[in-house]
């Protein structure tokens, strides 16, 4: 297990990278503690697992350094680096049984028997296999296969990370809440530094202790569930995570006050900087229908289950609230009403204002 | 309401008029021959299984019989080892890819008599480039129509020239067709090369060696043309195969009754050996 850190890493896959946009990886710099759960969140195509590759060292980086406890790895092969990767469609050695499989990693760095028999039957206890051992691992359904994936990864218990590469992609719904809590238990009990890539953000936000958020080879956030959550640092954490996204409105903004459509809105706490493109962003959660406030007419009203989702039209831009109770009809006119210790302003997409004390 | 009618048979009947017309009939003309004698006009006589018999029993079967199963041997010992080391070998991404597969597949799409009158023509001692090559250029004496040696060797590379690429492509597809990710796994679990081929590529290619090694045994077993055209069975009987044979009885010395006994015979043989070869690799997988 070790603490790790990506030092000005950039990675292109053309040759001859010029322009920014040439690079999957757009200078990544972070530090991961030793033993902590993290995840990486991000759309398709936003090089989370380019990112990955390169910390396993199926890639090398063009540019950057990666350092495990202080040792630089960047030039080191996968096999040399110690650590252990699950991917996104089970890997299991068909011909084996499930024990040779869990095995396989150990006797090919010439473990002794018998600790490699402790070691087997630790693992297959806690990913609940053990009554599996013997039979032929292409036997096995979806979930057990990638439980065996698993496995492998944490069979060995020297590594320094485990990685799992969207590791839930082919398996069904009810196996996958299932197995994400067998793997945050297992990281209870291991203590291994994990690291979790994903485009669902309820897997990442369960699994892990800090969530990185990617966007165009750049990471937009760093934080717990809870800060991506009620501080997002660009609107497009605001849009990515949660469900609905937040609600992002042009607006304009002079001296230090923000207005919509002539109406002066308050936001949280001092405006810094000036120029750019102003916008505001506020959850669903925290608009509420009131009295006053912005006029707006409902365009849809959806139930999804303990509240309703209703989309307002402010003039031509959409604006959606979670309302718990009644709700307005269909093109009723209602008040939009936002919290101001919840509204905060963007510019060019990054956060503008100062979080109250 | 359900309607009971035997109208059903009537769409399997064109599958049994074909299979009848290109099968059975044919097959059951072959039995025909096989129990009666004929001297000819029509005229046939019950002879039961004599032939068989004489078949069984004959030592010129025999030879033929192990020189056919020595053939098949060599080919598939030589081809399918070779077959997938050249898969192996084969880039799996960039331009050399369309070059390597239409390099490999051009042996297959010449016709067998022209396969063997192209190697009848190379190694020729006094013309062809390798007959030429060999005799006068590195000095080995090398005339397959007088030594058995010489023509063995001749026949066995003529095969592995001509369908070693069988057992490539289809070891290639088996290969292409395995996710990046196994390949990085076996890294990260610290596999050394062997064990990469021995637990990911082998099994992975399992199914289509499977087929691969039917299809050469079977091909094999029953080639006829390229060492017709090649050496005619010689020198003396020493190239003379199961089938080469069978085309003399029946042909050359118009025994149809012995002949046709030595069909069955030969065809219970191949179906056998198929049905061995086939139970023996896919046992593992009904489980």
Known sequence: MAKITLKNLRHSYLANPKAVQDYALKEIDLDWQDGGAYALLGPSGCGKSTLLNIISGLLTPSEGHILFDDRDVTGLPPDQRNIAQVFQFPVIYDTMTVYDNLAFPLRNRGVAQARIDTRVREIAEMLEVTEMLRTRASHLSPDNKQKISMGRGLVRDDVNVVMFDEPLTVIDPHLKWKLRSKLKE???????????????????????????????????????????????????????????????????????????????????????????????????????????????????????????????????????????????????AVYLDFRPDQTRLYRDGWIATEATP | ????????????????????????????????????????????????????????????????????????????????????????????????????????????????????????????????????????????????????????????TMDVWHWTSLVVLLSYAGLVSIPDAYYQAAKIDGAS?????????????????????????????????????????????????????????????????????????????TLLVSWLFYTLMTKDDVK
Request: proline share 5%; hydrophobic share 50%; aromatic share 10%.
């Open chain 2, 1 to 156: 309401m359900k309607t009971e009618n035997q109208k059903a048979w009537f769409f399997v009947l064109p599958v049994l008029v074909l299979v009848a017309f290109n099968a059975l009939i044919p097959i059951m003309t072959v039995v025909n021959y096989s129990v009666q004698e004929t001297f000819g006009d029509n005229l046939f006589f019950w002879e039961g299984l004599t032939w068989f018999e004489q078949i069984l029993r004959s030592e010129r079967f025999h030879a033929a019989l192990g020189r056919q199963f020595l053939f098949t041997f060599l080919i598939l010992i030589i081809e399918v080892p070779l077959g997938i080391i050249i898969a192996l070998a084969m880039p799996r991404k960039g331009i050399w890819v369309p070059v390597c597969l239409v390099t490999m597949a051009l042996p297959m799409l010449i016709p067998w008599n022209v396969v063997g009158a192209m190697w009848n023509i190379f190694t020729l001692p006094d013309i062809g480039l390798l007959g030429y090559l060999l005799n006068n250029v590195i000095g080995i004496d090398y005339n397959m129509t007088q030594s058995p040696v010489a023509a063995w060797v001749t026949i066995i």
């Open chain 2, 193 to 269: 090369p062997w064990k990469v081929f021995r637990y990911i590529q082998l099994p992975k290619m399992k199914t289509v060696l499977t087929i691969a090694i039917l299809l050469r045994f079977m091909d094999s077993f029953n080639i006829y043309t390229e060492p017709f055209v090649l050496t005619g069975g010689g020198p003396g009987n020493s190239t003379t195969l199961l089938s080469i044979d069978l085309v003399k009885i029946a042909l050359g010395q118009f025994d149809l009754g012995p002949a046709a006994a030595m069909s069955l015979i030969y065809f219970a043989i």
């Open chain 1, 186 to 332: 297992l990281h209870q009990r291991v203590r291994a530094t994990m690291i979790y890539v994903t485009h669902d953000q309820t897997e990442a936000l369960t699994f892990a202790d800090q969530v990185v958020v990617m966007q165009d080879g750049e990471i937009v956030q760093i934080g717990t569930p809870v800060e991506l959550f009620e501080r997002p640092q660009h609107t497009f954490v605001g849009h990515f995570i949660g469900s609905p996204g937040m609600n992002v409105l042009d607006v304009s903004e002079a001296d230090g006050k923000v207005s919509f459509n002539g109406q002066a809105i308050a936001v949280e706490g001092k405006v810094k900087g000036q120029g750019g493109h102003a916008q505001l962003g506020i959850r669903p959660e925290f608009v509420s229908l009131s009295d006053s406030g912005l006029e707006a007419r409902v365009r849809k009203v959806s139930d999804i289950g303990r509240h309703s989702v209703v989309e307002a039209m402010l003039g031509d831009v959409s604006v959606k609230a979670v309302v718990d109770g009644p709700v307005p009809a269909q093109g009723e």
